[in-house]
């Protein structure tokens, strides 16, 4: 059974940096994709950034060059370091998992296999 649980969000001042992170659990083949999603109050889920076993990632055209994703595959852990944060950046961040490298497919919510709670970021504006 995969788990996958969420840490480190919190309110920042624009511009400043958060770091999630995301402990997961489960069968490794389960776990070949990592993605962070956010959903901001009244819009649908958005794919931010993904990072495959092998380190190779994908990002959002609106976080490309402010956020990067990794993975540390010893401790089963995703991160997502957030920099130069924006009143935009503000939701509640989704950690999800896929057998489907995340560079082989677009990352939409349906076809993420496991999420965890989400943590909640907030830039005020």
């Known amino acids: 059974q995969v788990q996958l649980v969420e840490s480190g969000g919190g309110s920042v001042q624009a511009g400043g940096s958060l770091r999630l992170s995301c402990a997961a659990s489960g069968p490794s083949f389960s776990l070949q994709c990592l993605a962070w999603f956010r959903q901001a109050p009244g819009k649908e889920r958005e794919a931010v950034a993904g990072?495959?076993?092998?380190?190779?990632?994908t990002y959002a055209d609106t976080v490309k060059g402010r956020f990067t994703v990794s993975r540390d595959n010893a401790k089963n852990t995703v991160y997502l370091q957030m920099d130069s944060l924006k009143p935009d950046d503000t939701g509640m961040y989704y950690c999800a998992a896929r057998a489907i490298w995340c560079r082989w497919a677009p990352l939409v919510h349906s076809d993420m296999g496991f999420w965890g709670k989400g943590t909640l970021v907030t830039i005020p504006s």
């Open positions: 990072v495959d076993r092998d380190d190779g990632t």
